[in-house]
């Protein structure tokens, strides 16, 4: 068993070097998205391209609209009153912020991990299996139930416990549930909104772990209070940040997107760098 | 430290000492106001059962009323009690999906404004005076078709309906909206999402609210009197008669001049008063449950 350190520097040099962009192939391409929560700005303008079978980390300060930004990327915001939106957000060529596209379809391939642990209060094998039934993805149920669990790296700590209660899970299990829960309909891409804040180093190290085994099959958005855990796990980060206008308005901007290692080690925007070297926020 | 000045605060003090005799006054006066309120109900419970219980029996239950009997004729309340069951379990059974679906749709589907604006009209629906709803169907069904007991069920319904909806719409609020996420995450349907996973998470608070809303509706005898109280001779089951009810029979029998129907009333008064008692109970025991079973969930 490698201490946690130990796995840590192996993660991070695990990360290949990337390919030029322009040979990556794209599978949101988001442009002038503004968003806003009744008459409150959340984020401004933002456009950015994220790319498949890549890790993509969203960071920055409280407030800067990295959740609002990624709950625009499967239309979960439409269940907030008073949201409202303008902008494109391309995904593999369509625009799925049109008001005419199904946000229950765009929500089928782009699956979602929230920042608590939810898992649905059933056991262990129905918290994976009832998505499963739903979606109508019945065959061979028990096998996909198996391979979702292991995938998550679940499968060994509950495989004789499937009956019990998903609550009854520590908080890590229980995360790691629910990205089985995730994957096992299959999605394409899988948000991940502050999936380790709640958790423990050593859960959230299985976590990562996991978006590194996974991410050839999948592409990760995640978003991250943790600096660390961006450097660990993404190709590519973007900061994001505060502006204010006048009369106290303030809103959410995209400062600056790129590579992982650039963001990190050679940023171009002063906000980028104080941030990062943790001078703010 | 030692430059304090500890022995001010042993000082006698003229205000302190006011001070505490108010404190103790106002205390005793709240634990008197209190009790007064607990003493009431027992009160109640033991003047009924003391004059009811000896009247309680199995003819109480198996026999019906016998209109101008002559004295010594057996007769029970049998018509009554069976007159209550079939109106309050048509009415449960109208108010109850009714009130659910509305509670439904304005916790999980209305936009905000619809939400404010049905949960107020739920509010007067609750204040209208029951006579005004008996009056109401009245108009609407019994002129024209005579009285019934499904008339008085829907008097009933409508009675109950504020309350199903008022206390399932808050049991819905306590259902943790991470779980919807969860659901509507996986692109699971809206509809879907709120059939199998925040509707079984209410169960317990709609059943407290249900029974809570029986116990209320059971003793109810202003509709009842302009919509079902043509009392027949022998039980009855069928909801298109008129029925007799236990609050109506009790209001009647307290009229008479025999000593027998007072006694009959007392009794009566005490089972309703034992099925109020037990429903409210049961409905406790179910809340308390059910929100232990949110907790858990919630976190």
Known sequence: MPSTIEAAVRVQTKRQPLPPRERLEQIFDVRGLTATYGSKPALKDVSMEVYKNLVTAIIGPSGCGKSTYIRCLNRMNDLVPGFRQEGTIRYHGQDIAAKDVDPVAVRRTIGMVFQRPNPFPKSIYDNVAWGLKVLGMKDDLDDRVERALTQAALWDEVKDRLKASGLSLSGGQQQRLCIARAIAVQPDVILMDEPASALDPIATQAIEQLMHELKSEYSFVIVTHNMQQAARVADMTAFFSISRGGEGERWGELIEYDSTERIFTAPSDQRTEDYVTGRFG | ?299
Do not use: C
Not at chain 2, 146 to 173: K, W
Not at chain 2, 196 to 215: D, E, F, K, N, R
């Open chain 2, 1 to 299: 430290m030692s430059s304090v000045d500890l022995s001010a605060l042993q000082r006698p003090n003229d205000r302190l000492r006011r001070r505490r005799v108010v404190n103790r006054s106002m205390e005793l006066l709240a634990w008197l106001t209190a009790a007064i309120a607990v003493a009431f109900l027992g009160v109640i419970v033991w003047s009924v059962a003391r004059r009811g219980a000896g009247a309680v029996d199995l003819d109480l239950f198996t026999k019906p009323q016998v209109p101008y009997a002559p004295a010594g004729v057996e007769q029970g309340l049998a018509n009554a009690f069976a007159g209550s069951l079939v109106i309050v379990g048509i009415a449960a059974a109208m108010a109850l999906p009714f009130g659910i679906l509305v509670a439904i749709y304005v916790n999980e589907f209305a936009p905000r404004a619809i939400r404010s604006g049905v949960s107020l009209v739920l509010d007067v629906l609750n204040g209208i005076p029951a006579i005004v709803v008996g009056f109401f169907v009245y108009g609407l069904i019994v002129v024209g078709h005579g009285q019934s007991g499904l008339a008085a069920s829907f008097a009933l319904a409508v009675l109950m309906l504020p309350l199903v909806a008022r206390s399932t719409i808050e049991v819905l609020a306590l259902v943790p909206a991470s779980l919807r996420e969860a659901s509507l995450g996986l692109g699971v349907p809206r509809w879907r999402t709120t059939l199998a996973i925040v509707l079984p998470q209410t169960v317990g608070g709609i059943v407290t609210g249900t029974t809570l809303a029986v116990a209320r509706i059971a003793g109810e005898t202003a509709p009842l009197l302009v919509t079902s109280s043509l009392v027949t001779n022998g039980t009855s089951w069928n909801p298109l008669h008129a029925l007799q009810t236990v609050p109506v029979a009790i209001f009647e029998l307290t009229e008479s001049y025999e000593p027998a129907d007072h006694a009959r009333a007392w009794a009566a008064a005490l089972v309703l008063l034992l099925f109020v008692l037990f429903t409210s109970f049961a409905a406790r025991w179910a809340a308390t449950r059910s929100r232990r079973k949110l907790a858990r969930t919630g976190r």
